[in-house]
């Protein structure tokens, strides 16, 4: 355990520091809690995360019917060849496990009887998607966690606090600097090991399902530490976020196609079988590019979906909170379809990791969403996300504690510094960036316009201004324009189309470009461009 050397308001000395506060987060800090120190840090209230508004569930083989092997054979497939196998194995054969552990931690999934009700989304082969409470199950998870996380003597969790980089001294990761929002007051976290378990970047486009908080810090700070990146043009798009003018994008779940309901177009047809022998529980991608192709055809900004063929009885007690929320924005589920569209989801890109969560800075792990090590390939499987986090927070945690820890020089280094000052720039850019992303680095994207766009955001990068303080907004403008010009650098590389990203210029998928795609600093000159074989650190 790291004993203080000095006290002061501004140095806060923890041996396990997370940036961010969603199931990744939470089990591993649940993980550590008793080995050490552990301080969680978040930008924003303890909840408010992706995971927060998860709807449809976790997917997971614990069904008698149901293997891992059948579990991994449907994410393979999802993922376009992209998929690292081992990564796959380890989520698949490691996951009931975890999720039996989150059982005996509170979460209360649904039943029948004694019997977990198992529901079907996209690309799955069986029935294996266990939901809580109807459609909320990624708030199950989070007050499971977060209650245990709140009065657990060893974790301390610093709300409203906004990590800006990390901290780094003699090529190692010994904590990160943060704003504290209460009054703007920078603070320094110092630890042996920091996570990052920060979340995706679905702010990065104008239309998303994602909260306000999703502006990929974790992904931009490591960037700039020296982490690769890999993965970048793959973002996934959900192809039923609620289209209702004026209003907040609302997901609604993929589980209820799963349950019966169907897509359909301006006159009424149901259009998803003449895309995809699975119809309307093809994997996502495939779904969303063909609700677009409609949308286009029909000359509309939506299609609609249609839940006639469910039971109401079934269709009110599976989808509350659903049910509730388009209420609310006056829809009449009894009678009429209800319009939706594609909304950026979930990143399957991030900071390099193995199959432990290192990184390539010593002392820093990553972990969720702003991590990638190939799980998700090209294209996620739907409800793999939540799984994830379980099983690789639990990695995570057993990795942490054999790192290396802080000398008393190395820590006495990191609370004398000054704190370094942070990259920020007009809040005024991120709304201009995200309709940049929206309109040439979306669904569909074509080569002209992603070079214009970077060559647009490579401006926007050199308004960004080197300060000595900061506010939450600034230091989240300046993490999107980061991330963005990696976005666009890596789709433009990616000649073909795969998964997630579909390049009308390149139709068709390239076997040439069955691999992996990386991007580390290249200081002025931008970031570096390396392809596969990718050199992880060593598993």
């Known amino acids: 355990m790291i004993t203080p050397r000095v006290e002061r308001p501004n140095i806060h000395e923890f041996d ?41 569930g976790i997917a997971v083989a614990l069904g008698e019917d149901d293997t891992a092997a059948e579990h991994a054979e449907d994410t393979i497939a999802a993922g376009a060849g992209l998929c690292e196998p081992h990564a796959v194995e ?4 490691e996951g009931p496990g975890a999720v039996e552990e989150l059982m005996r931690l509170g979460m209360r999934f649904d039943r029948e009887g004694e019997e977990l009700l198992r529901g079907r989304e996209a690309a799955h082969g069986r029935n294996r998607i266990l939901h809580a409470s109807g459609d909320e199950t990624g708030h199950e998870v989070e007050r499971s966690l977060s209650r245990r996380a709140q009065v657990h003597p060893s974790i301390t969790i610093f709300e409203h606090t906004q990590m800006t980089d990390l901290l780094v001294i003699e090529g190692r990761c010994v904590g990160c600097d943060a704003l504290a929002h209460d009054g703007g007051e920078r603070v320094r976290f110092v630890a042996s090991v920091t996570i990052l378990a920060a979340g995706g970047l679905g702010q990065i486009y104008a239309v998303t399902t994602n909260p306000l908080v999703t502006t990929g810090d974790g992904m931009a700070a490591a960037y700039r530490a020296g982490c690769r990146l890999m993965d970048m043009e793959f973002v996934q798009f959900h192809p039923t976020a609620l289209y209702h003018e004026g209003s907040p994008k609302f997901l609604i779940s993929e589980a209820v196609r799963g349950e019966g309901a169907v897509l359909r177009n301006a006159s009424g047809e149901r259009f998803m079988p003449g895309y995809h022998e699975l119809g309307d529980l093809a994997p996502r991608d495939v779904v969303a590019r063909s609700v677009f192709s409609e949308m286009r055809s029909d000359g509309r900004d939506f299609v609609e979906l249609d839940f006639s063929s469910i039971p109401l009885e079934r269709f009110l007690s599976r989808f509350p909170g659903i049910v509730a929320e388009l209420r609310r924005r006056g829809f009449d589920i009894y009678s009429e379809r209800v319009p939706v569209a594609p909304a950026a989801h979930y990143a399957m890109s991030g900071v390099l990791t193995d199959l432990h969560c290192r990184t390539d800075l010593p002392g820093l792990l990553a972990v969720g969403e702003c991590a990638c090590m190939g799980l998700h390939g090209a294209n996620r499987l739907a409800s793999n ?6 099983v690789f927070g639990v990695r995570c945690a057993r990795m942490a504690p054999t790192l290396p820890r802080l000398s008393y020089e190395q820590m006495g280094v990191a609370a004398e510094l000054a704190p370094p000052p942070v990259r920020v720039g007009a809040p005024a850019i991120r709304s201009e960036l995200q309709r940049l992303m929206q309109q040439c680095a979306g669904m569909e994207r074509i ?44 789709a433009l590389a990616r000649t073909e189309s795969r998964g997630a990203h579909y390049r009308s210029d390149f139709p068709e998928l390239d076997e040439a470009w069955h691999r992996h795609l990386t991007l580390r600093s290249g200081g002025p000159d931008g970031p570096i461009v390396e392809f596969a074989p990718v050199e992880r650190p060593d598993a």
């Open 385 to 390: 996300s939540i799984l994830e986090g379980l």
């Open 447 to 490: 080569g002209e316009d992603l070079a214009e766009a970077r060559a647009e955001v490579d401006a926007r990068v050199r308004q960004i201004a080197t300060v000595p303080s900061a506010s939450r907004e600034e230091a989240e403008a300046a993490n999107l324009v980061t991330l963005a010009r990696l976005m666009l650098e890596a």
């Open 16 to 56: 396990f520091v997370i940036v961010g506060s969603g199931v990744a987060g939470l089990f591993a800090a649940l993980h550590l809690a008793d080995r050490g120190k552990v301080a969680i840090i978040t930008k924003d209230e303890l909840t408010e995360c992706n995971t927060e508004y998860a709807q449809g």
């Open 90 to 93: 380890l989520l698949t054969t």
